[in-house]
């Protein structure tokens, strides 16, 4: 997976849970927003996804380590 666009404060604006993508060890999982933090250094999400061993695993990542699907991602319309 590649040509993701993370936004930092899309973490702040979805619904839990939400269906995402993260990046984890620079590969991109599909995975499950479940939770949210706003700390000093900006958002993190609590995330689930399966790693590439087939193991579920639930971490706290950076908001620039998560994006939108790109079947999630707003479609800009020509006007």
């Known amino acids: 997976?590649?040509?993701?666009?993370?936004d930092t404060e899309l973490v702040s604006r979805l619904s839990l849970p939400s269906h995402v993508v993260v990046q984890v060890d620079g590969v991109w999982y599909p995975g499950w927003l479940i939770g949210r933090e706003n700390e000093d250094a900006g958002w993190t999400g609590l995330v689930q996804y399966e790693g590439d061993d087939g193991v579920e695993?639930?971490?706290?990542?950076?908001?620039?380590?998560?994006?939108?699907?790109?079947?999630d991602r707003p479609t800009e319309h020509a006007s």
Not at 57 to 66: C, F, K, M, N, V
């Open 57 to 71: 695993r639930t971490e706290r990542l950076p908001a620039d380590r998560i994006a939108l699907p790109e079947s």
């Open 1 to 6: 997976m590649t040509g993701f666009e993370p």
